[in-house]
């Protein structure tokens, strides 16, 4: 069964680049998009971006100037980058597999599969 | 950027009861483009709904999910203790960005 682990620092400082991986499990990083998606404490989810394994990336535009994801194939791996962090940074960071389902000519989009997630607190 | 509004932010019920939970869409949106996931503290979402109308894998049919125009409707036509939970719709149509609802939160009465 794939299975998606986020792995990374456990504390970032502000101004600094909070790096983190996601470890494709039991399953291949070709087709689907990989993603990354944050929760701060109490809040809601917010996409931050994706990569396809084709390599093309879309990121959201609230966050695209400071965001960069990348993929390691043969490591079965893809990562993100957030540059310049600041305490509104501090979240839970899941990496996800988005997948799409074609049914009447259209494609339904969602997001099947989920890493535990990793809480990332941005602190000096 | 298609933003969804979800209500109420918060729902007190008791198990056996229904659950209606809305998800409005700022502009039109196919209903195909339109998911629902389930999260519990300390758990990553689960898809329950997508295409607005297709319960996922494993989901009970106590969950439907239902679209008319830019509004969409995840019922739990009897609540189980299980069900309660944080509940987000979420939209993308293929073209960035991906969007969520802000959640809503099914609390026991």
């Known amino acids: 069964q794939v299975q998606l682990q986020e792995s990374g620092p456990g504390l970032v400082k502000p101004s600094e680049t909070l790096s983190l991986t996601c470890t494709i499990s039991?399953?291949?990083?070709?087709?689907?998009?990989w993603n990354w998606i944050r929760q701060p404490p109490g809040k809601g989810l917010e996409w931050i971006g994706y990569?396809?394994?084709?390599?093309?990336?879309d990121y959201n535009p609230s966050l695209k100037s400071r965001v960069t994801i990348s993929l390691d194939n043969p490591e079965n791996q893809f990562s993100l980058k957030l540059r310049s962090v600041t305490a509104a940074d501090t979240a839970v960071y899941f990496c996800?597999?988005?997948?799409?389902?074609?049914?009447?000519?259209?494609?339904?989009?969602?997001?099947?599969?989920w890493g535990r997630g990793t809480l990332v607190p941005v602190s000096s | 950027e298609i933003v969804l509004t979800q209500s109420p932010g918060t729902l007190s019920l008791s198990p056996g009861e229904r659950a209606s939970l809305s998800c409005r869409a700022s502009?039109?949106?196919?209903?195909?483009?339109l998911a629902w996931y389930q999260q519990k503290p300390g758990q990553a979402p689960r898809v329950l709904i997508y295409?607005?109308?297709r319960r996922a894998t494993g989901i009970p049919d106590r969950f439907s999910g239902s679209a008319s125009g830019t509004d969409f409707t995840l019922t739990i036509s009897r609540l189980e203790p299980e069900d309660f939970a944080v509940y987000y719709c979420?939209?993308?149509?293929?073209?960035?960005?991906?969007?969520f609802g802000g959640g809503t939160k099914v609390e026991f009465k």
């Open positions: 996800a597999r988005l997948k799409w389902s074609a049914i009447g000519g259209k494609k339904n989009w969602y997001f099947d599969l």
């Open positions: 039991d399953g291949s990083i070709n087709s689907y998009y």
């Open positions: 990569i396809h394994y084709t390599g093309k990336t």
């Open positions: 502009q039109n949106l196919t209903s195909s483009y």
């Open positions: 295409g607005a109308t």
């Open positions: 979420q939209q993308f149509s293929g073209s960035p960005p991906l969007t």
